[in-house]
């Protein structure tokens, strides 16, 4: 097997998720794992982190495990703790890199076999290696990183910058796959025997007990739901739907309708709203916010029990928990909190640690998801949906106890004049999590030239301390002035968000649904600010990406007609006086914006 040493990166699993597509078996060990416990691997990998070698607390490491000569691969964190531990330098970056970048190869390399000599990879670090260890060699190199890539071909330790294991490393799965090489563990593991495997855990683990399953209608729950039937039967398992007041428009009938037709008949809808909006009455703070829905579906599902007359006992919490929502809420040892996601809010949590909730899904990822799904038989009407937010509109509209703030900071890029708004939103740099300012881009001419503006989006980011989100106006090629303002939840911004995500959502489907042949937009977020207009109108973002797990995205580059169709449409809305474009990538910016 491969043995990933964890230093805290977002991208831990997603590492071993990539080996075991090449048939090997991966397991994921803490970093400080002793020598002793690694003498039968076949390879091992050091993962990135969000930690810095200078710290006094920094992540350490068994320095024997480089003397094993063992093949090792060291991704990002692990490059620079490589480096530092066999005395090489690494040193505080002049500024970070992150998002695309471009690799030049310049030595030959058993872990760049058959890569191009220049390719895209994805980069997401703050400090780098400036001195390569004694015996090491250069072997590739960015415009922005010297080292972007180092080996030692007597001690088999090959070390990389960037990050391989996600899908905007053009090139990345052929690197792995030649790290398996390496290892010579190919199709030695098999994945197919899943379903099987993991119904035999569900019985094991819930015996003579019964599953109450909150369902959302999404892909998760409907996967979760169909796989508990299959291990307990019908009977055992109870879904229920809450409308919680924070859905999309239509969207309780939508799945209503789409989980009948799936056969799923042990399904009860609860109608929640009050309940909901009344705690989050007042509330601004992204975490806070996710944190009372988490709770409140819990308060409802205790309710309903209590209400139906069902013993406690006799029951499981049923999650459709997946790896991203446990990684992003800090769930490994080294890992920072980028999100609580609704299904690991504290007391969630401790019914974890008590054995009271089961998740047959959680350490998969989205695309291992819905592969479980179409094998389980479900349509590709519910495997193939937009992932949605179990919170809902609650993370996507954006809230603030401030008024008045004005824009912070305005300057030019790329010829691009650009502002820093008077909001936050929630981003990913390093591994860590932000809570900092979006900038707005504007046009300079009525063509979108996407390459250019990846670039000036790459570079504000890259090059400002106080931003870690872009967008685009649609609206306006000229600076505006814009205010923050106290707004919270409530039915009247509820209400106007779901008519503007109706419109984009609507728009979208009718060009996709024609273009057969583009890249489909994997999720499609739209966002309401707490930001007015000189009219006093609200603001909006339009978010649709390119992703296949959610540990990584790419904003989409949809047809200038759409987007011109989009913001047109949208604008003919009431009380609605901006439309932005989102032009960042997560790394650093996260998908949803709380």
Aim: aromatic content about 8%; hydrophobic content about 40%.
């Amino acid at each position: 097997m491969i043995a990933i040493l964890d230093f805290g990166g977002q991208y831990a699993h997603l590492i071993a998720t990539r080996f075991r597509s090449f048939g090997v078996f991966t397991q994921i060990y803490d970093s400080d794992i002793s020598i002793d416990k690694l003498d039968s691997v076949k390879g091992i990998v050091l993962s990135g982190g969000p930690q810095s070698v200078f710290s006094d607390d920094s992540l350490k490491i068994d320095s024997k495990i480089f003397k094993m000569k063992i093949p090792t691969l060291a991704i990002c964190f692990g490059h620079q703790i490589t480096s530092h531990t066999l005395g090489g330098i690494v040193s505080k970056g002049v500024k970070g890199e992150y998002g695309p970048a471009l690799l030049r190869v310049e030595k030959e390399s058993l872990i760049f076999k058959d890569v191009s000599l220049e390719s895209k990879v994805w980069m997401s670090h703050f400090d780098e290696v400036t001195k390569i260890p004694n015996n090491f060699e250069i072997i590739a190199s960015t415009k922005d990183c010297q080292i972007a890539a180092m080996q030692n071909k007597d001690l088999n330790i090959y070390g990389i910058q960037f990050h391989p294991e996600v899908i905007h490393t053009k090139e990345g799965l052929k690197i792995l796959s030649n790290f398996a090489d390496i290892c010579e563990v190919k199709n030695t593991w098999d994945l197919g025997s899943f379903i099987d495997k993991e119904c035999l855990k569900i019985r094991e683990k819930v015996k003579d007990k019964k599953v109450f399953l909150l369902v959302s209608g999404g892909v998760d729950s409907s996967v979760a739901f169909a796989l508990l039937e299959k291990a307990l039967g019908k009977e055992r398992v109870f879904g229920v739907f809450m409308d919680t007041g924070l859905l999309r428009k239509d969207e309780r009938k939508y799945v209503e309708s789409s989980m009948k037709e799936a056969g799923f008949e042990n399904l009860y809808t609860e109608i929640c709203e009050d309940i909901f909006l009344k705690n989050l009455e007042k509330k601004f703070l992204p975490e806070e916010k996710r944190k009372i829905i988490g709770n409140t579906f819990l308060d409802v599902q205790k309710e309903i029990v209590k209400r139906l007359g069902l013993n406690p006992e006799d029951w499981l919490l049923g999650q459709g928990t997946i790896y991203p929502d446990t990684i992003e809420s800090g769930a490994t040892k080294n890992s920072h909190t980028i999100k609580t996601h609704h299904n690991r809010v504290p007391e969630i949590q401790k019914m974890i640690d008590e054995g009271k909730v089961i998740e047959p899904l959680v350490d998969l990822y989205k695309d291992e998801v819905r592969e479980v799904g179409r094998k389980l038989g479900l349509s590709n009407k519910l495997v193939d949906r937009h992932p949605f937010p179990g919170p809902g509109l609650g993370v996507r509209i954006l809230c603030s106890n401030e008024n008045d703030l004005t824009i912070i900071e305005e300057g030019e890029v790329n010829n691009f004049k650009y502002q820093i708004l008077p909001i936050k939103s929630v981003g990913v740099q390093g591994d860590q999590r932000t809570y900092k300012h979006p900038a707005v881009l504007y046009l300079n001419n009525d063509r979108l030239d996407w390459d250019k503006l990846d670039q000036s989006s790459v570079k504000i980011v890259n090059e400002s301390d106080n931003v870690n989100r872009v967008v685009l106006s649609l609206s306006s090629k000229v600076l505006q002035k814009f205010k923050s303002k106290e707004k919270y939840i409530d039915k009247n911004r509820i209400k106007l968000l779901q008519e503007v995500d109706f419109i984009a959502q609507k728009i979208l489907y009718d060009y996709e649904l024609k273009a057969l042949d583009v890249q489909k937009v994997w999720q499609f977020p739209v966002v309401l600010l707490p930001l007015v207009n000189e009219k006093n109108e609200e603001c909006v973002v339009l978010r649709p990406i390119w992703s296949q797990e959610a540990m990584t995205a790419e904003f989409a580059r949809l047809p200038q007609e759409i987007l011109n169709q989009m913001s047109e449409k949208i604008l003919e809305i009431d009380g609605i006086g901006e439309v932005f474009y989102d032009l960042t990538h997560k790394p650093p910016g996260t998908i949803e914006w709380e």
